[in-house]
């Protein structure tokens, strides 16, 4: 349906602007700029739209925002394990 183009152009560029940020940490494993609070409220909204689409069917939704829930899961391990004391 052409009314269904502009969520998905929206939930794309939602995806898209963590990327940059995620290649970056991949670089560099450089994390001290991101906050861990502001990583898990993304997360928890990649992962609350995810349930959402599978539960109602959104399948044209749902590949966008469970790449921007894996994202965040990698920023959010980067950056736990980068306050844990070396061992």
Known sequence: ???????????????????PQALKVYRTGDVASFSLSAIMLQWT?????????????????LGVNATELIYNSYLYLVKVRSTQPNT
């Open 1 to 19: 349906k052409q009314e269904e183009y502009l969520p998905l152009l929206a939930t794309i560029f939602s995806m898209l602007h963590i990327l």
């Open 45 to 61: 909204a990649s992962l609350l739209w995810v349930i959402y689409e599978l539960t109602e069917g959104y399948w044209m939704f």
